[in-house]
């Protein structure tokens, strides 16, 4: 009998994995706000620049962390390219664990960037070897990948035979259900973690990131599949354990994702003495961030008439219909 977590996590990341391949965009199964418009890297990138401005002469990276095809990363460093003096200071690293992926990753960087070529690390401990003074962290639709426990009503999800059981939970995962009042969630796995190794790697740091979730469990299921832009759901009701049994028939052939629950990473990020930034919907932070600004640099840049093509593609990001109040923008710093 394996948990769900172990399952979902070779589902996602194992031999034949489904982020072993490109799946975001048009062509793929679903969209992000990164695919949409390279408006969302160059407001994150003039965000940056505005940190940037206040740190004295330091060693500093900037890090993509869940790439896929290096799109944000890329824009965040065109961005800073052609507007912050010292550019060519910065380090700009992937931090990839699937080697698949790494040479696609460059490649979109180098068309983008010819003065530099970025680091791509597999794993923190290369990070932290290079001995940076000030880290940035930066994801889009990260932490919703993160393999998770289901949860409901003290019982956990194991995987046995092809079929999903819900047996006793165990006393970590109740410690968890009981420390953020969950009876029915996704239990995401391996954040606290994540996040010393986030520390571990330089003295001060900030991590930003986007995605799509609710600031509280709202106590149901919200565990789905995206296949060419389509959703199935895993269970017929978020409240219930009865699921759709044809899901398992189909092994790393679609995404798996679930709606984030910030309480969670909230709490851990303080626990290590973290300051939170802000936590808003993504409409509001990418207008608190600059977006404004980053518009008035492209029409002076490309001309008003490149800016209205593009414009229909910035209310994607914004439009509270669209992706403008599903996502979260979130930032931590120490």
């Not at 489904?18 to 048009?26: C, F, M, P, Q, V």
């Not at 289901?150 to 970590?172: G, V």
């Not at 029409?299 to 209310?315: D, H, Q, T, V």
Request: glycine residues 6%; aromatic residues 16%.
């Amino acid at each position: 009998m394996q948990r769900f977590g172990e399952f979902m996590q070779e589902w996602l990341y194992g031999e034949g994995g489904y982020y072993r391949s490109l799946r975001i965009g048009k062509e793929g199964d679903f969209y992000t706000s990164v695919s949409v418009s390279e408006f969302f890297g160059y407001t994150l990138a003039y965000y940056l620049q505005q940190q940037l401005n206040l740190l004295p002469n330091q060693k500093i990276a900037i890090i993509e962390i869940g790439a896929e095809r290096g799109n944000l990363i890329s824009d965040i460093a065109f961005f800073l390219q052609e507007n912050y003096k010292d550019f060519k200071k910065i380090d700009f690293l992937i931090l990839e664990p699937l080697k698949p992926l790494h040479n696609i990753q460059k490649q979109n960087f180098l068309q983008k960037i010819d003065s530099k070529e970025p680091f791509i690390v597999e794993d923190f401990q290369a990070i932290k070897s290079l001995h940076y003074d000030f880290i940035f962290y930066c994801s889009n639709e990260l932490l919703d990948a993160f393999p998770c426990e289901l949860y409901h009503q003290e019982q956990m999800a194991f995987i046995e035979n092809d079929t999903l059981r819900f047996q006793k939970a165990p006393a970590p995962i109740e410690q968890i259900a009981r420390k953020f009042n969950l009876q029915i969630s996704e239990i995401p796995l391996g954040v606290e973690e994540f996040i010393k190794n986030c520390d571990d790697c330089a003295k001060n740091w900030m991590f930003l990131t986007f995605d799509y979730g609710s600031l509280e469990s709202r106590n149901e299921f919200s565990l789905r599949f995206f296949e060419k832009h389509t959703t199935k759901n895993l269970f017929i009701s978020p409240k219930s354990t009865e699921y759709d049994k044809s899901f398992l028939e189909s092994f790393g052939q679609y995404d798996i994702t679930y709606d984030v629950n910030f309480a969670i990473w909230n709490s851990h990020f303080q626990s290590i003495g973290a300051k939170k930034l802000f936590c808003h919907r993504q409409n509001r932070a990418l207008v608190d961030m600059g977006l404004d600004k980053v518009g008035e640099w492209y029409i002076a840049k490309y001309g008003l008439e490149s800016f209205m093509k593009n414009s229909s593609k910035i209310r994607t990001l914004i439009e509270p219909g669209l992706l403008g109040e599903r996502f979260f923008g979130m930032a931590f710093v120490k």
